[in-house]
Structure formats: structure tokens, C-alpha cells
């Protein structure tokens, strides 16, 4: 494959990274730093939906996520094309390794079951997007159509990420999934849900 | 229910590659974001899933907050 043409930075990482001698410690080292500094600042980020005593188990989190992110982006080196910047391709694995570690983090101590209750409390316990739903008829039919169609474990996924806004990354977790395989289940559930309401008569709401 | 209102509980109909197609481009689209540039067409789809998935759209404002503070240290 080609490699872009790198920026002088992004260049100087890759050389630095490649090295055989102690460039490659210091350039480790430097890049281990980053990624932790990243990992920190991203809990910093999401902290309203941490626990409130937690401090110190977040912050082993951000290391942990900073350490599993330095082994990938290591063993990686070589699919390192250049359309973005080195350190925008390197904090992407320390991101994605830290959101996923806060979101379980974060919900920890919360059961992901599927609930048919959720149906009744809509109207007062659920996420704004419910709270907003108006037309009654549209939702007893959405209702109809996720137990007429859906299979058990897409209604848990579908009800759970978009009723009662638990992250993909927590149920990729409790399910032994992963979170393309979730997200892929709740794709497939949207759909057939919207040919079921098309179906039903509710084609103008589907467009 | 307006279609707005459903296309976020059943996700938009436009072609949506998931998140592991998604998390390809997420580094490549936030630098063209940090710095300032126009978002090239080849990105529909990844916006597309970014508009379906929650996890996905947190992911990229986090490293979108990163790339920016990268371009602004480097100055480019």
C-alpha cells in the first residue's frame, strides 16, 4: 500500500518509532506519556457520568487504556498510511480503548435485562428522545412491531441502547459480544422494525 | 412523532458501514475537521453511522477534541 506524503512531525514518529536503537525507547516513551495525558483528559471529559468516588480507579483505567493502547498502535505501526496525523491515528486506539473502559466503568453496578415495563414509564423515566414522543398510536404500533418481530436478544439490544441508553460498549460486554457485532443486531433490528411500521401503514412517518 | 424524533430511536435509512468501518475513518475525519477543511463526500456513510451510534459519535468528539489541540500546539 502507499503511504502518504507525512508531515515533518508525523514523519519523525514513524522514523523515531522504527529505529532499532534508543530513539525508539525515547520515542516510546514520549508516545506512552501522550497517550496517558489523552486517556486522562477523555475521563475528564465523560466525568458527569462517573461515579463521584472514583478518582483513583479512573485514573488506573486511563493507564491501563494508555497501556493497551501503546501495544496496538506498536503492533500497527506498519498499517500507518498517513491520511491523518500520527498522533490523531495514535489517540485514536487510547480514546477508543478509555470511552469503552468509562462506559463499562460507568455502569458497573447496573443491570442490562430486557424490561417490558419500560414501555409504561416512558412518559416519565426515559431519555428526552422518549419523553418527546407524541403520537401515542405510532408508539403502540413501534411496541407491536418489536415484539411481533424482533427476536429476544434484538429486543434486549434495541430496547437497552435506545430506551434505556445503555451503551453498546457494556452490552457488547454482559452479551460476549463485541461492539460491531451489537451494533450490527440493533442495525438489523431498526430495520425491520421500520418495514414492519411501513407495513402497518405508517410509510409517510418511515420516509 | 416527528420524523426527526424517529430516526433516533430507529437510525436513519441512509447506508450505514457499522462501527468498525466507522472507527477507519474517525482519525482521517477529524483532522480535515480540526482544521477546518470541507468534509469530502466519501464521508456520508461514516456520517450516516455517526448519526446512529451514540458510542461513536462520544469516540470522535473525544479524539475531535484531541486533533484540535494538536493543530493548535503545531500552529498548522
Known amino acids: ?207 | 412523532m416527528t420524523d426527526h424524533r424517529l430516526d433516533q430511536i430507529l437510525g436513519t435509512t441512509g447506508r450505514d458501514p457499522g462501527c468498525d468501518a466507522g472507527l477507519d475513518s474517525i482519525d482521517e475525519y477529524c483532522d480535515i475537521v480540526a482544521r477546518g477543511d470541507p468534509v469530502p463526500a466519501r464521508f456520508a456513510d461514516f456520517l450516516t453511522h455517526l448519526g446512529n451510534c451514540r458510542a461513536c459519535r462520544e469516540d470522535t468528539e473525544g479524539l475531535l477534541a484531541v486533533a484540535r489541540e494538536e493543530q493548535n500546539r503545531s500552529g498548522r
Not at chain 1, 29 to 34: D, T
Not at chain 1, 105 to 128: C, F, G, M, N
Not at chain 1, 158 to 175: G, K, N, Y
Open chain 1, 1 to 207: 500500500m502507499d503511504i502518504l506524503a507525512l508531515d515533518t512531525e508525523s514523519a519523525h514518529w514513524l522514523r523515531d518509532l522504527q529505529d532499532e536503537g534508543g530513539a525508539r525507547d525515547d520515542a516510546i516513551a514520549r508516545l506512552h506519556a501522550m497517550l496517558v495525558r489523552v486517556a486522562r483528559g477523555e475521563a475528564v471529559r465523560r466525568r458527569t457520568t462517573l461515579p463521584a468516588r472514583a478518582a483513583e480507579e479512573v485514573d488506573d483505567l486511563c493507564v491501563q487504556a494508555a497501556n493497551d493502547a501503546l501495544m496496538a498502535i506498536l503492533s500497527k505501526l506498519d498499517t500507518y498510511r498517513g491520511a491523518a496525523r500520527f498522533t490523531t491515528w495514535a489517540c485514536k486506539f487510547v480514546i477508543l480503548e478509555a470511552s469503552a473502559r468509562l462506559r463499562r466503568h460507568a455502569w458497573r453496578e447496573r443491570k442490562v435485562e430486557l424490561d417490558d415495563t419500560i414501555w409504561d414509564r416512558l412518559s416519565d423515566q426515559a431519555p428526552p428522545v422518549l419523553q418527546r414522543l407524541e403520537d401515542d398510536q405510532l408508539l403502540r404500533a413501534l411496541h407491536r412491531a418489536v415484539d411481533a418481530h424482533l427476536t429476544e436478544r434484538q429486543r434486549l439490544i434495541f430496547q437497552s441502547v435506545t430506551m434505556d441508553d445503555v451503551p453498546i460498549d457494556v452490552l457488547a460486554e454482559r452479551l460476549g459480544s463485541t461492539r460491531g457485532a451489537i451494533y450490527k443486531t440493533l442495525h438489523d433490528a431498526r430495520a425491520k422494525l421500520r418495514r414492519a411500521l411501513t407495513d402497518a401503514g405508517y410509510a409517510e412517518q418511515m420516509q
